[in-house]
């Protein structure tokens, strides 16, 4: 698939990661609706990217709102053809805190956005797939998900984030699988420590901390860079199934 050809469901969107999808994609000629739920962000983004990009205002873990959305969004761009999963929260807290036990409606929320709120747009997003026309290799589509590092070595005080995203890696690969007689090809990116909004807002000495952290190169990882890792995976027909890490070869420490 050419980027000039894509037109796509990016949650999240209106910032940080998928914002970088969004302009590595409307750079190339290609279109984009972006999901979130911070309106003046998207206004800002729909500002900077003109008519190649609209916002709507969703809540990924409300079937019903994801499903408008995949319609509103098949209407205004005659189809979606990739879909990338974005939109999360970090979710830090101890199972045993200080004070009190997690309350388990913290644990709930974390799953609820990161990876039920992914599962929602697959299905959504695959579905409004299934009837786009082939290419030469009879592909209809691609899902790109995010999940992260913490996937494989969450740290302490990780347990739901560390949950939520292994279960976005887990899920994966089946639905690669089922989703191959469609001719919808489903990926993930398990990025490492990324300039995004929240670490901007992190002191100086613990950002330099992270980057310090890091092998090589020693520094955060760029929205730029995972853009264009998604961007390769939409345009490289043989990549399926996979989870790709991205992230300097860091490996976390327990805390």
């Not at 990009?53 to 979606?80: F, L, N």
């Not at 001719?183 to 002191?203: E, H, K």
Request: aromatic letters at 4%; hydrophobic letters at 45%; one cysteine or more.
């Amino acid at each position: 698939m050419q980027l000039s050809e894509v037109k796509a469901l990016i949650t999240g969107g209106v910032s940080g990661l998928g914002l970088a999808v969004a302009q590595k994609i409307v750079a190339a000629g290609g279109q984009a609706v972006l999901l979130d739920i911070n309106d003046t962000a998207g206004a800002a983004a729909e500002r900077e990217l003109g008519d190649a990009v609209s916002y709507i205002p969703t809540d990924v873990t409300s079937e019903q709102a994801v499903t408008d959305a995949v319609d509103a969004a098949v209407r205004k761009m005659g189809m979606i053809n990739v879909a990338v999963n974005c939109a999360g929260i970090i979710g830090a807290g101890r199972v045993l805190g200080r004070e009190e036990p997690m309350a388990l409606d913290y644990f709930s929320k974390v799953i609820q956005i990161n990876l039920i709120g992914s599962f929602n747009i697959i299905k959504a997003a695959g579905a409004a797939m299934e009837s786009n026309p082939e290419n030469a290799d009879g592909e209809r589509g691609v899902v790109i998900n995010t999940a992260s590092v913490a996937a494989f070595e969450g740290q302490i005080g990780q347990a739901a984030y560390s949950a939520s995203k292994g279960g976005i890696v887990s899920m994966t690969l089946p639905i690669a699988r089922e989703f191959a007689r469609l001719g919808v090809r489903v990926n993930t990116i398990a990025p490492g420590i990324f300039w995004t909004p929240m670490v901007d807002g992190m002191p100086e000495h613990i950002q330099e901390s992270l980057s310090a952290s890091i092998p090589f190169p020693s520094r955060l990882g760029k929205p730029e860079e995972f853009a264009d890792l998604a961007a390769h995976i939409m345009e490289n027909g043989y990549i399926n199934g996979q989870t790709l890490r991205l992230d300097g070869a860091v490996r976390l420490a327990p805390k």
